[in-house]
């Protein structure tokens, strides 16, 4: 992964971790009369690929009513978010020599603690899905990075915790990969217990991920 130049990110539990998950949206789904007349899956899907005050005007009107009603437990999750203690260094550490991006899979409220962070000042675009109506492993929202950037897929590397939204994401568009696994013994070649052993898998000696 010599020719690295650009790195993306993924957001939560590579960068920054919820110590205290109340899962707020699927609660408000099991206190709804009838799921909001919608499926777990494709109402979670809704969730994470609209911004909040869309999903008020889409869903039914007891969603808008018991998000508010039970706005304190998101607060509570919100409130619990914790960055890695070596986001900060690695990410100064890394802007100085690649171009960094973001792609998160998330639900618009958690979008937050990555600005009260500060984290956004280190990369030169941040993806939502909550803004682009698109989830990973989707082609289109890892094509977003390609289109601002014109690299080549050998060029870029992704960085997440999860197999299939991350890994296989990255996979599907042949850029190189590495797998966040800070709570299981490592057991693949590509997965790093954090952030700061990036910097060896980036050395002109090690060998490229793909092959």
């Not at 992964?1 to 205290?20: A, C, G, H, R, S």
Request: net charge positive; with cysteine; proline share 2%.
């Amino acid at each position: 992964m010599n020719n690295t130049k650009i790195i993306v990110f993924d957001l939560y539990n590579t960068l920054i971790e919820i110590t205290q998950q109340n899962h707020f949206f699927l609660q408000l789904f099991k206190k709804s009369k009838n799921g909001f007349g919608l499926k777990i899956s494709a109402y979670l899907q809704c969730i994470m690929k609209n911004d909040i005050g869309n999903l008020k005007n889409m869903l039914p009107e007891d969603f808008s009513f018991l998000y508010s009603q039970n706005f304190s437990i998101l607060e509570q999750e919100l409130n619990s978010i914790h960055v890695y203690k070596e986001t900060f260094g690695v990410l100064e550490d890394l802007k100085n020599d690649y171009r960094l991006f973001l792609i998160s899979n998330l639900a618009s409220p958690y979008k937050e603690p990555f600005f009260t962070n500060n984290l956004n000042q280190y990369f030169e675009k941040v993806i939502f899905s909550c803004d682009y109506g698109i989830l990973k492993p989707n082609k289109e929202i890892f094509q977003e990075v390609e289109k601002i950037t014109k690299n080549k897929a050998s060029e870029i590397l992704m960085i997440g915790d999860s197999l299939k939204s991350d890994i296989i994401g990255a996979k599907n568009m042949k850029w190189n990969y590495l797998k966040i696994n800070r709570n299981t013994e490592i057991s693949n070649k590509y997965e790093i217990k954090n952030l700061n052993e990036i910097r060896k898998h980036l050395k002109p000696s090690y060998i490229n991920l793909q092959k």
